[in-house]
């Protein structure tokens, strides 16, 4: 069990520019979350994946945001176009459902700062 | 939804000191996580605790669903133990996704 992974762990971009971070859940983890988390907050949902199907996405997730699991394994989100209130940082989770436990494991995150 | 409030926002102790962190919440749960954010943004898990008392090494954890609290107990606290701490309940749906709402977090600082 290596935990749960992103790259990149740090992303300098300017505004306008694309940008994709990726995720690799603990192995066997069927759940995969996005959260965002900005200065002096605690993280906030942007979507869930069970397996490669994405079943929620909170209102947070603009029409810039995409994100993907294919095969169910490494999932990536994609931000187009990037504004300055883009800059935050990016975890993802993942957790087996297991009867009713969902305990969920952190990644390090990928701190995106856009100037 | 559900709200989640921490207290207090911030904490400083002397190296050694016992704490109490505070977590309310508005809604019955059936999950609650603590978790340890480190300086560099890493969320550590520290507890999953529904009900009832847990303890591990120098923390503890007391969760009462009945009346939407949880305690986190740090005792003889260290200078590695600063960072933010985190409590997070599931939303409630009436689907799977169970993605977890955190409070602000309470802030600590063990000075040496």
């Known amino acids: 069990d290596t935990g749960v992974s992103q790259d990149p762990r740090h992303k300098i971009t300017k505004r306008g520019q694309n940008v994709t971070f990726r995720c690799d859940p603990i192995s066997e983890h069927n759940r995969l979350y996005w959260y965002r988390q900005t200065l002096g907050q605690g993280p906030e949902f942007l979507t869930y994946f069970q397996n490669e199907a994405q079943l929620e996405k909170s209102r947070l997730l603009s029409d810039r945001f995409s994100a993907e699991r294919p095969k169910g394994s490494f999932s990536t989100l994609e931000i187009q176009r990037t504004e300055q209130g883009d800059s935050a940082m990016y975890l993802c989770?993942?957790?087996?459902?297991?009867?009713?436990?969902?305990?969920?494991?952190f990644g390090p995150g990928t701190r995106l700062t856009v100037t | 939804g559900i709200q989640v409030e921490q207290s207090p926002p911030d904490l400083i102790l002397q190296e050694g000191a016992n704490s109490t962190l505070r977590c309310n919440f508005s809604?019955?749960?059936?999950?609650l996580q603590w978790f340890h954010q480190n300086p560099w943004g890493q969320l550590i898990n520290l507890f999953y605790?529904?009900?009832g008392t847990k303890q591990n090494g120098r923390l503890s954890a007391t969760t009462v669903a009945t009346e939407r609290y949880s305690l986190l107990y740090i005792s003889s606290s260290q200078t590695t133990d600063s960072g933010v701490y985190f409590c997070?309940?599931?939303?409630?749906?009436?689907?799977?996704?169970?993605?977890?709402?955190f409070g602000s977090g309470t802030q600590l600082t063990v000075l040496p």
């Open positions: 605790i529904p009900s």
């Open positions: 809604d019955s749960v059936n999950n």
């Open positions: 989770a993942s957790s087996l459902a297991r009867g009713s436990t969902y305990e969920q494991y």
């Open positions: 997070a309940v599931p939303r409630r749906s009436s689907g799977s996704a169970r993605q977890l709402t």
